[in-house]
């Protein structure tokens, strides 16, 4: 049963556009959501997160979008750069999970010179 | 001056033996855990330790014992190894969970084939 779901397990951008990574939840009970980005052969490493008490959280380039009621979350990176290309992980925690971490299956960003 | 360590970085072996892989983290960190990437690429979450004591336990195989000598270092044996554990293991830290969520730093993973 995948809880954290990333529908698109690719996606191609030209440099200097948008992108926009998604992803949805299925447990109730997240309340903290986190980006994590992943280049071959490296550990992930975090990028932004979400409180479950916010709706958007912006820090430079990237900026998450949360819609509780639709379960629903996305990662916009404007403007996309070449460096940007990598696997783009989705993830949540649960209340009082002791940070245990859902990961969603991933989706990998292209960014075309 | 790596945070999260781990070693070996591959791990080839034979069904059947038993094999250990070693993480270190020199961050300070209260809480190290064990992720499996599996062949579908999903990240899912194997054991945490907070100050030595195990605290998260998912539903793996017995033959799957994790060791925290100390809080620096938490190391994953496997018994009589399986097909199905080829995969990508990745440990990862974070401070200690109080009433604000800390992100995870994770090592650079090790990818373990069983022939």
């Known amino acids: 049963d995948q809880q954290v779901k990333q529908n698109s397990p690719s996606l191609s951008v030209q440099e200097g556009r948008i992108s926009i990574l998604n992803c949805d939840y299925t447990?109730?009970?997240?309340?903290?959501f986190l980006w994590y980005k992943k280049y071959p052969a490296e550990g992930p490493t975090f990028l932004i997160s979400i409180s479950s008490i916010k709706d958007k959280n912006e820090d430079g380039r990237f900026t998450v979008f949360l819609n509780k009621s639709a379960k629903h979350l996305s990662l916009h990176i404007v403007p996309s750069q070449p460096g940007d290309s990598a696997v783009y992980f989705c993830?949540?925690?649960?209340?009082?999970?002791?940070?245990?971490?859902?990961f969603g299956t991933g989706t990998k960003l292209q960014v075309i010179p | 001056d790596t945070a999260v360590s781990q070693t070996p970085k591959y791990l080839v072996t034979q069904m059947g033996n038993d094999k250990s892989i070693k993480c270190e983290q020199n961050l300070g960190h209260d809480t190290m855990y064990w992720y499996k990437q599996d062949s579908k690429k999903f990240l899912k979450i194997m054991f945490s330790?907070?100050?030595?004591?195990?605290?998260i336990n998912e539903t793996v195989p017995n033959r799957f014992s994790p060791k925290s000598p100390d809080k620096a270092h938490l190391n994953l044996h496997i018994n009589s190894l399986e097909l199905g554990d080829s995969a990508v293991y990745f440990c990862?830290?974070?401070?200690?969970?109080?009433?604000?969520?800390?992100?995870?730093?994770f090592g650079p993973g090790t990818r373990l084939t069983v022939l």
């Open positions: 447990n109730s009970m997240f309340d903290y």
């Open positions: 990862a830290s974070s401070p200690l969970a109080g009433v604000t969520y800390n992100e995870q730093f």
């Open positions: 330790y907070n100050n030595k004591e195990l605290i």
């Open positions: 993830a949540a925690s649960e209340i009082g999970g002791y940070q245990k971490v859902t």
